[in-house]
């Protein structure tokens, strides 16, 4: 055998050896049949790389906490259950105590700032809130010494409902006999009703005063799963939410048709009449290499030089905690974010009749954010490379149950652009040098009954941080007796839309405030600078210019300094810097807020629901950090009286200047319905970001690399059919 055929031959060796092994490596990652997945699918036979990699599971029976700021563990959270049922008072009837509240009682920053891997914890404490007997409790639990201590209860108002609150009081309108024949005489079966629990708000009525009350409106089932669209209009059913007593009926609107049921189900199984005729051809991301970032011990998460802790949150929803960034210049990590979250959502209806004007909600207060949050859809909620992450939360009995899959954390690549160049043909220079945008995203997404609020925390490798709320669901939508615009008596305000025959979307707002504990470069001397645009008039004798724009710098001395209303003809730019650290020429180093679009409260600040939902005066506030100080609305919002909001602590004028600091932004929509929202309405979505603002000495992603085509998977058609 000459030299030519024995290479060759080893050739063809090596080809079939190599085949062999690609075989073997698709054949032990392949899927379950169960999973739904297919190695071939759709048109075309595309070939799909399998997932490689896979985080481990979490194990709640058995898990323990690993960092300071982990959530309650399911064994934490029975030991503080047992501590409290067995403490005075509710010893005295274990049985009578809800739990409306029980989360981890966050160490002091400077514990948690103080730690590091492989210490022990601080002092593991829960924070309970609970009903007892008609009274609400505020409390510290210690789990290392199981012993219990009061914490102070707000002034008005009552706590977060439980889960229990909420189903027993949408079924109490059915014990009542008078509820149960108006329904009858509109022509809807008992059987098909839905009951909504509404929180009533605070209207200055002195029954608000010493009874905790929820509003119930039902709808008609029959013959679709999108009841909302078929409301039972102007039956009202007033609750006692402790003794789930009919306090009273409002019974109008006998004279309004329930709304058709024909083309309101969304389901894809049961609205196959609505599917595309061409639809989209497969598309994923896959990471056959696995992904660029890594979740420690289930809620530290590292990547591209970026590392925060993640968790879930039955009232917030997902915190970010303890964001630091690397500095590609020096390698250190550089704290960013100590604390970010969802801390109220407000969204006030815009129609003052019987049946709607209390329609004032306050998600996470009220209903809780994150115990509305349900477990996340994979492939279509979060692409296919995504980890997910669970929440564990408490019952109203104080047991703790897994809410899986409520996060998940993926790396994003849409085709977008991380920063550009070319030449043109004038320079003579050949360049071309453009790099790709690879985003990290942390996702929730609340069902808060009808509608849906999808937060995104989404890291970019030049040290943005955007926040993103999407909006989604079903719109709360009000029954009218016409069909037809032109019906509408024309001097009547219909408070929005009709978006289908007999059916009005009524006009509404919503606002999300975020509590952003930015600490730059460290927690201390951190100041709130107003970065103001002003036109400067020139001397016509020295400049053919008339004007030109002229940056000034205004450092925010006490609270009402940083109380911000955005306005388009007067910008400002607002920096968080910290005032002891520059750049190497001199430039303080900070972080600004970059509103996008926002929408403002227009409600007469006097009214009820403002009075209550005043954290959305401004669309900025910066506040002194203070513990006792998270929730926008108050630690208590269901019925309370607004005397414990982020608007009245900022009255208090405190210095702000070189201090801890707390931004808090408000990112608001007003929402118009219109025909496309019916009967589930199509995404809509906002955002602002956290930007650095002469924290690093330069671009900090001049060095990352381009995409190359020798880099990236196949994924290209294997075959036709
Ligand atoms: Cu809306």
Known sequence: MDSSSLLRRLFFFLCALLFLLLLFRSWISLPSPSSGDSLFSGAGHILIQSPLFSFPAVDHATATPHHPLDPLTVGEITAARSILLSSSPFSSSPSSVAFHSLSLDEPDKSLVLAWSAGDPLPPRRASAVVRFL???????????????????????????????????AATAPLSDAAFNLSVLARGVRLSDIACLPISSGWFRREIEDRRRLIKVQCYSGEGTANFYMRPIEGLTVLVDLDTKEIVHIDDEGRGIPIPKSSGTDYRFAVAGGNELKRPLKPISIEQPAGPSFDVVEGHRVRWAGWEFHLKADARAGMVVSAAAVADPATGSMRQVLYKGFASELFVPYMDPTDAWYFKTYMDAGEYGFGLQAMPLVPLNDCPRNAYYMDGVFVAGDGR?????????????????????????????????????????????????????????????????????????GILMAKGAPFTHVKDFPAKQDMYGTLL?????????????????????????????????????????????????????????????????????????????????????????????????????????????????????????????????????????????????????WSERDRPIENEDIVLWYTLGFHHIPCQEDFPIMPMVSSSFDLKPVNFFERNPILGSPPNWERDLPICSAAATT
């Not at 409520?406 to 849409?414: F, H, L, Q, T």
């Not at 927690?523 to 020139?538: E, G, I, W, Y």
């Open 134 to 168: 008609g009274r609400s409790y505020s409390l510290s639990v210690d789990l290392a010494t199981g012993t219990l201590s009061p914490l102070p209860v707000p002034a008005s108002g009552y706590p977060t409902m439980t889960i229990e609150d909420m189903t027993s």
């Open 400 to 472: 703790p149950y897994v809410r899986q899959n409520m996060i998940c954390v993926y790396e994003s690549y849409g085709g977008d652009i991380g920063w550009r160049h070319s030449e043109s043909p004038i320079t003579g220079m050949e360049i071309r040098e453009v790099r790709p945008k690879v985003t990290l995203v942390a996702r929730m997404a609340a069902s808060v009954a009808n509608y849906d609020y999808i937060v995104d925390w989404e890291f970019q490798t030049d040290g943005v941080i955007r926040v993103k709320v999407g909006l989604s």
């Open 500 to 648: 289908s025959e007999n059916l009005i979307g009524v006009i509404h707002d919503h606002y999300i405030t975020f509590h952003l504990d930015l600490d730059v470069d460290g927690a201390a001397n951190n100041s709130f600078v107003k970065v103001h645009l002003t036109r400067q008039d020139t001397d016509p004798a020295t400049t053919p210019r008339r004007s030109y724009l002229r940056a000034t710098r205004q450092v925010a001395k006490t609270e009402k300094d940083a109380q911000i209303k955005l306005r388009l003809y007067d910008p400002y730019e607002f920096h968080v810097i910290n005032s002891e650290k520059t750049t190497r020429v001199g430039n303080p180093v900070g972080y600004k807020v970059v509103p996008a679009g926002t929408a403002a409260a227009l409600l007469e600040p006097d009214d009820p629901p403002q009075i209550r939902g005043a954290f959305t005066n401004n669309q900025i506030w910066v506040t002194p950090r203070n513990k006792s100080e998270e929730w926008a609305g108050g630690l208590f919002v269901y019925q309370n009286r607004g005397e414990d909001t982020l608007a009245v």
